[in-house]
C-alpha cells in the first residue's frame, strides 16, 4: 500500500521568500498519476498541479512541481500572503486507489 | 461556468446514515466522475470514493466499504453520498468535486456533517 509522507508538518515562512514542500512516497510512483492541492479554512481545496509538474488553469507561475519515482517537490516562489494554507499531494494508483498526503502547513512567520 | 451545489450542514445521532446532495450543471453531467472527499476537524483529506455519472459505477474506499452508498440521479444531474451506521469519528466535512484520476478543479462548498448524541 502506497503511504505519501509530506515534510516538513508545518513550514514558517515570510512573504516574499521561496517555500519547498515535499512529498515522499513508501513505493515507486507514476508521476502522471500526482496532484497537489491548497487547501485553505472554510474553503474547498484548490486543485494546483498535475501530472507531477503540469500547473492546473489559472495557477500562477510561482508555482512549480517535480519529480519522480519516490519523490515530488511543490515550490512556491516569492510567497505571497495568499498563499500560506495547507498543501496536500494526492496521488492515483492501485493500493489504495486514491491517496493522500498528511499535509503541510505554510504559516506566516 | 461549471458549479457543484451541496446540500447543507447535517446533525445526527450515533448509529443514524446522513445522504449528503451534490448537484452538476454548466457542464454535460455524464461525462465526469464525482469524488467524495472528507476532512475531520483536524484531520487531513480522506478519499472516501467515487461514482461514474455515466453509468452509476462506483468504486469505494475500503476503509468505508459496506457503509458509504453513492448513487446520482442523470434527470437532475445529481449526486448522492449516503453515509451509514454513524460514529463521531464521521464528523467531518464532506466535499463532492468532479474529476477523475485527481479531484480536479471543480469542488463543492462542502456539507458540515457532525455526529453527536
Known amino acids: 500500500e502506497v503511504v505519501l509522507t509530506q515534510s516538513p508538518g508545518t513550514l514558517s515562512l515570510s512573504p516574499g521568500e521561496m517555500a519547498t514542500l515535499s512529498c515522499r512516497a513508501s513505493?515507486?510512483?507514476?508521476?502522471?498519476?500526482v496532484a497537489w492541492y491548497q487547501h485553505k479554512p472554510g474553503q474547498a481545496p484548490k486543485f494546483l498541479i498535475y501530472?507531477?509538474?503540469t500547473r492546473a488553469t489559472g495557477i500562477p507561475d510561482r508555482f512549480s512541481a517535480n519529480g519522480s519515482g519516490t519523490d515530488f517537490t511543490l515550490t512556491i516562489s516569492r510567497l505571497e500572503p495568499d498563499d500560506f494554507a495547507m498543501y496536500y499531494c494526492?496521488?492515483?494508483?492501485?493500493?489504495?486507489?486514491?491517496?493522500f498526503g498528511q499535509g503541510t502547513r505554510l504559516e506566516i512567520k | 461556468q461549471v458549479q457543484l451545489v451541496q446540500s447543507g450542514a447535517e446533525v445526527k445521532k450515533p448509529g443514524a446514515s446522513v445522504k449528503v446532495s451534490c448537484k452538476a450543471s454548466?457542464?454535460?453531467?455524464?461525462?465526469?466522475?464525482i469524488h467524495w472527499v472528507r476532512q475531520a476537524p483536524g484531520q487531513g483529506l480522506e478519499w472516501m470514493g467515487w461514482?461514474?455519472?455515466?453509468?452509476?459505477?462506483?468504486n469505494y474506499a475500503q476503509k468505508l466499504q459496506g457503509r458509504v452508498t453513492m448513487t446520482r440521479d442523470t434527470s437532475t444531474s445529481t449526486v448522492y453520498m449516503e453515509l451509514s451506521s454513524l460514529r463521531s469519528e464521521d464528523t467531518a466535512v464532506y466535499y463532492c468535486?468532479?474529476?477523475?484520476?485527481?479531484?480536479?478543479?471543480?469542488w463543492g462548498q462542502g456539507a458540515l456533517v457532525t455526529v453527536s448524541s
Open positions: 513505493q515507486s510512483l507514476s508521476s502522471i498519476y
Open positions: 501530472g507531477a509538474s
Open positions: 494526492q496521488h492515483y494508483g492501485d493500493s489504495p486507489l486514491y491517496a
Open positions: 468535486a468532479r474529476g477523475s484520476v485527481t479531484m480536479g478543479a471543480y
Open positions: 461514482i461514474s455519472a455515466y453509468n452509476g459505477n462506483t
Open positions: 454548466s457542464y454535460t453531467f455524464a461525462n465526469h466522475y
